[in-house]
């Protein structure tokens, strides 16, 4: 799904981006993926100063990755990319969805989520474990403008975490479009190819040329 808002006066290829994320994992996948796409972006870290943190009060992944973007811009007057993203599995309702990172209580502990995750899908069958990674990019630039865009990536939940790459519930999400390994197990030239984050930037990518044309 693709979910875009044009603005039509800025040149944005010719700018540089802030990431608003301060997860490391996460922004170097997201520095990794941009680069070859021609999009120049800096991370947090290499701010003079630190950006405020942002409550996720958000009922959805782009609610979420539409504050993150705003608050950063804000406090940076860069134009600034949000990302939230999230596993939802299908035999939980969709859950953890937004609450993935904070899944099993604390902020960001991925062995905790992962063990509540296996232990609520005990005696789920495999034909009833499908899931998605869902990421939800939001671009937000200083005069207001801003343009959103999200990507699935479909698999379903394994009996046990496998593999040391990655992050998040890598170590247990098995992708249909590699189907005997999890995320973690593939390589970051292999994940990169199908990720969900992937797709929401490549079509990031395509509205900012097509705007620039």
Known sequence: MVLLTRFLDWTAIDLTFLLATKNQDKCAELQRLLAPLGIK?????????DLPDVEETGQTFAENARLKAASGCAASRMP????????????????PGVCSARF????????ANIAKLLRMMEGIPEKDR???FVCSICCVFPRGKACATEGCCEGRIGFAPKGENGFGYDPVFIPYASPLKTMAELSDAQKDTISHRQMALKQFAALLMDIQS
């Not at 600034?80 to 859950?95: E, F, R, Y």
């Not at 099993?104 to 062995?111: F, I, S, T, V, W």
């Open 104 to 111: 099993a209580g604390g902020h960001g502990d991925d062995n």
């Open 80 to 95: 600034c990319i949000g990302d939230d993203s999230g596993l939802c599995v299908d035999a939980l309702n969709g859950a």
């Open 130 to 132: 499908t899931a998605r």
């Open 41 to 49: 972006v800096i991370a947090p870290m290499d701010l003079p100063f």
